[in-house]
Structures are given as structure tokens and as C-alpha cells.
């Protein structure tokens, strides 16, 4: 057992996988091709996994339905540790992947092609470069052969608080008021960058369009007031168009976070939207192991879906799962 590398993304274990040395190594491939605006077609990927001395056995479509038990049975009669899982796509195919995978001892390697691409950002892996003129910058080989698996904790929401049922799980973040508003606004049809900017000036339009509502946050015996145009509960530094909302949130850690967003601060949050590189001053994030929020009302957004269009000021009780899954990062970082 090692320790992840140091940085404010480090994981606090990290597994290295067993040494394999075939001249060809077989392994699951869970592939979007629509991704990213279709940058990455099975030819392309076939290409880079050839390359690289991969193969995809088998190769499955994102929105197969079989997922899992397609990926059970790739795993059948072999230590769940021994069959790591590559995903090429974007967020949402990652996600997709993880909600299927039969046992979360697979580890999973990304590669990540689609837009805001946050998961993969927040474990600090290399992307790919999106221009398929200018070559390829990831070492799959290293990654799925040599690479460290990171414990990822997911996020869980239980709507109508910690007694109410199961919980439902989440990869990027919970979000209320302007910042799930936003996601009815423009880019539905654009990818990269177009999309990343689409998706900051939407937000920034929701921001302003918005009212601050009063809500209350109660982070084990600490009990705190808000009146915010927002309230985001990630579980990732990054999240939603390419912004790093959360940047000293471990991906392996037990906390979850929640970042509000006071009226006062929002031409700073505009301007923060407008160039995401800046420190950011405007949201306000507070940390614990378990968070209640309840008080308000309106839509609300599970990483890209809608959860429902009324909070209607139930509680909302945060969690990280304690079943970590296992992403694989690149041996060089």
C-alpha cells in the first residue's frame, strides 16, 4: 500500500494494481462515441488502444443496456481487483459506468473525451488532446497497467432528509436555485469549449435573473443560516462547466461540501464565470462528514438530471458513500 501523490487532490489510499505483462492486453471498453461532439469514433479509439499493445474485450456501447451484465460477465472467474475497466467519454458516460459496474473492486481507468470532463480534472489525470490532427497525449498503456487505484467516495443525497429511504448516488454535485435554473439554458447541442462557455454564461444569467432564498445548514452539532442565490453540495473539486468550485475537496475523502453564493458577491461570481482562472472570492464553502440543508424551495439538479422541480423546503441530508470505487491514475503524478 502507498499513499497518492501530494496536492490538494491526493487520495489518502491508493492501491497499485498487479504487474501485467502480455505483449497485448484484453480488457472491457465502455465507449461513447457521441462524447465531446464525436471526436473519439470507435476507429480512433481502436487506433490509440492498438498502439498502446490494448485491446477492447469486449467493446460496449455507453447506452447499452446490458451494461452490467456485460461487464459481469467480462469479470467472470477472475479476482474483481485483476480486471480494470476502461471509459472513454465524458462525465456522464463515467457515471453511466459506475452505476453498472458489478463490483466496485474493478478498478477504472478514464479516458476522458467529452466536454467539462471534471471527473478525470479532479483526480488529476492527462487528457487527451481534443484535435485529432495533433496526436495523442495519454498513456493508456501506463495507466490501465502501471497506474495507482484511487479510492473515489461517492456522493449521496436522501431527499427528505437521513430518514426518509435509500439515498441516491452523485458524481459531481447536488445543485439549488440559479445553479440547476441554468440548466435549462443554452449549449444542449454544442461540446467543448463552445459548450464550457455556453454553460458559464447561462449560470451567470440565472445568477442575475435569481433571488436569494433563506436556507439552513446543519453540519453536525454546528447549525449555520444562509441567504444565497445558490447552494452547490459537490463531491469533486470540479464540477458543472469546467469550474473548480470546490478546489480543497479530496475526491477520496469522507467529507462533502457545501458552497453558497450571498447576493452581495455576485458581480464577483459574473466576473469569476466570465474568467474561471481567477482566485475565487465570491462562494462561500463550509465541510463536514454529513450536511442537512433545508428551507428551500425550487428546482433541483443530480449532476445532469433533474431531481425535481420543487424543494419545497424539505431537508436534503449529504453523505459520501463508504464503498469506495476505484479510479486508476497516472503513474507519473
Known sequence: MSSGPAGWWAMPVAE?????????????????????GGLW??????AQLDAQGLAAAPLIHAKDPDLGPRLAAAAAGRRPEEVPVLVAGG????????????????????????SANNIARSFGLHLPDPDDQNGERVD??????????CPWHAGRVHPGGPEAGAPRLFFESVGFGAIAAAMDGGGKDLHGLPKILAGRAALAEALAAGRPQR??????????????????????????????IAPGLSPGGRQVCAVTLPARHLAAARAWLADPEMPVHALSPLTAPHIVLDGLTGPVRVDDAQLTEDAAGRPFAFDRDPDPFRILTDPDI
Open 140 to 149: 493508456l498503456a501506463a495507466r490501465v497497467l502501471g497506474g495507482i487505484a
Open 215 to 244: 436556507c439552513r445548514l446543519t453540519l453536525g452539532d454546528r447549525v449555520v443560516a444562509r441567504r444565497s442565490l445558490l447552494v452547490e453540495i459537490p463531491c469533486l473539486p470540479w464540477t458543472g462547466p469546467r469550474l473548480l
Open 91 to 114: 462525465d456522464g458516460t463515467v457515471a453511466r459506468l459506475l452505476r453498472a459496474l458489478p463490483d466496485r473492486r474493478m478498478p477504472v481507468a478514464i479516458l476522458a473525451t467529452g
Open 41 to 46: 469514433p470507435v476507429a480512433r479509439l481502436g
Open 16 to 36: 497499485r494494481l498487479p504487474p501485467f505483462t502480455p505483449a497485448r492486453f484484453a480488457l472491457p471498453v465502455v465507449h461513447n462515441p457521441e462524447a465531446g
